[in-house]
């Protein structure tokens, strides 16, 4: 399989997953700014869309967006416990906190990396992701990871959302679980060798550039 990444992005989420599922990947560098890969393809052939991640199976099926993506991953390999069993109520709990996450999350960062976004829009954008991850902090509570049952797919798409939080300096240093929560995934062995293994795919395309 191929992950189409950019650094930094919510690519990482299912890049984490693939580490945590052990499941053979290459991960194809596609910078969100220059929608180039490394050799010299636009990737809005491979993505009219042009953003990450998406993944492109054996067969050359291409799967786009996050959530999605790591549902997939996670019943690829169902021993590893990566998502509750389909049909099951800890399923939906699943994408409950998935579909949270990219959109009462996620959706609110876009704006904060935007150049053109005016001062005041920014400001209610922080204002709503404090109250959001403030939220979440209350969430898990007594709990290492989302989900009652333990880690799983949704944990690396919030680990994503707290780096940015960090990036964009969020007053939020008081939410003791989530600062917790993200040292917890910060030192899971699946976490440091995608970040790795995309500091080093970037590392190469600097260099050959």
């Known amino acids: 399989m191929k992950l189409y990444f950019s650094p930094g992005a919510c690519s990482l989420s299912?890049?984490?997953?693939?580490?945590?599922?052990?499941?053979?990947?290459?991960?194809?560098?596609?910078?969100t700014k220059t929608h180039?890969?490394?050799?010299?393809?636009?990737?809005?052939?491979?993505?009219?869309?042009?953003?990450?991640?998406?993944?492109?199976?054996?067969?050359?099926?291409?799967?786009?967006e996050g959530p999605a993506i790591v549902q997939y991953i996670?019943?690829?390999?169902?021993h590893k416990n990566l998502a509750p069993a389909n049909?099951?109520?800890?399923?939906?709990r699943l994408q409950?906190?998935?579909?949270?996450?990219?959109?009462?999350?996620?959706?609110?960062?876009?704006?904060?990396?935007?150049?053109?976004?005016?001062?005041?829009?920014?400001?209610t954008c922080k204002q709503k992701l404090v109250k959001r991850l403030?939220?979440?902090?209350?969430?898990?509570?007594?709990?290492?990871f989302l989900l009652p049952g333990g880690f799983s797919v949704a944990d690396p798409y919030l680990f994503v959302i707290l780096t940015w939080a960090e990036k964009m300096a969020l007053p939020i240093g008081d939410l003791r679980n989530?600062?917790?929560?993200?040292?917890?995934?910060?030192?899971?062995?699946s976490v440091r060798q995608a970040l790795q293994m995309e500091?080093?795919?970037?590392?190469?395309?600097?260099?050959?550039?």
Do not use: C
């Open 199 to 209: 500091q080093e795919q970037q590392q190469k395309a600097q260099q050959s550039a």
């Open 87 to 92: 049909g099951t109520l800890a399923r939906y």
């Open 134 to 144: 403030t939220w979440v902090d209350g969430e898990i509570a007594g709990r290492d």
């Open 36 to 64: 180039r890969l490394p050799d010299g393809t636009d990737y809005y052939a491979i993505n009219p869309l042009g953003y990450v991640p998406l993944l492109e199976l054996d067969d050359g099926t291409r799967l786009r």
């Open 96 to 123: 409950e906190w998935l579909s949270f996450i990219s959109t009462e999350l996620h959706k609110n960062f876009g704006p904060l990396f935007s150049p053109d976004t005016p001062d005041a829009f920014k400001e």
């Open 178 to 189: 989530l600062a917790a929560f993200q040292q917890r995934m910060a030192d899971r062995p």
């Open 74 to 78: 996670a019943d690829q390999v169902p």
């Open 14 to 31: 299912p890049h984490i997953s693939l580490h945590e599922a052990g499941l053979a990947h290459q991960a194809v560098l596609a910078p």
